[in-house]
């Protein structure tokens, strides 16, 4: 597929508005916000578009520390490091394709419907009955399709370092008018 990158779309950062020292990041041409920690580094990426059907595609990344090495994959979080990354209209895998052990519930944020998914290790023995054998939370992905097969959210928090915070971060994501 043959993309192209355009200008940013129209997003800010807010600074802390709730009183507890955490920013949030607002995407209007999305619809979406989110609120993160001062000690998370923001990384919005650029916006593609297929000039064919005009499909477009962007990314957010949130990461605990140190601004993120922009030639390391989303999976940064197997080497330690805390990270929240959000998808428009995702084009690629995360536990479903890859066989790792998973369970599902339907939820809504701010109305729309959605799946969220949790991936979890694997256990070094095979085990039955699952889930009770499952491994360690490893991601848990909040998966939204707003048109299917054309238009959809998927935020993924991986679950390593401060597990806690990358789940505060998935949690306060919603979708805006």
Known sequence: MLCIAVAAAVAFVLLDNDGDGWKTYRNDRYGYEVRYPPEW?????????????????????????????????????????????????????????????????????????????????????????????????????YFFEIVPGRQNYTIFAGLREDDETARRILQSFRFID
């Open 41 to 141: 580094h923001l990384d919005v990426g650029e916006r593609l578009v297929d000039p064919v059907d005009d499909f477009e595609t962007q990314s957010v990344r949130f990461r605990k520390g140190a601004p993120p090495d922009p030639n390391a994959p989303l999976a940064g979080a197997e080497h330690g490091a805390a990270i929240v990354a959000i998808y428009v209209n995702f084009m690629g895998d995360w536990c479903l394709g890859q066989g790792i052990p998973h369970t599902e519930r339907s939820m809504d944020v701010s109305g729309v419907p959605g799946i969220e998914y949790t991936c979890y290790g694997r256990q070094s023995q095979p085990c039955q009955p699952e889930p009770a054998c499952y491994g360690e939370p490893i991601e848990t992905v």
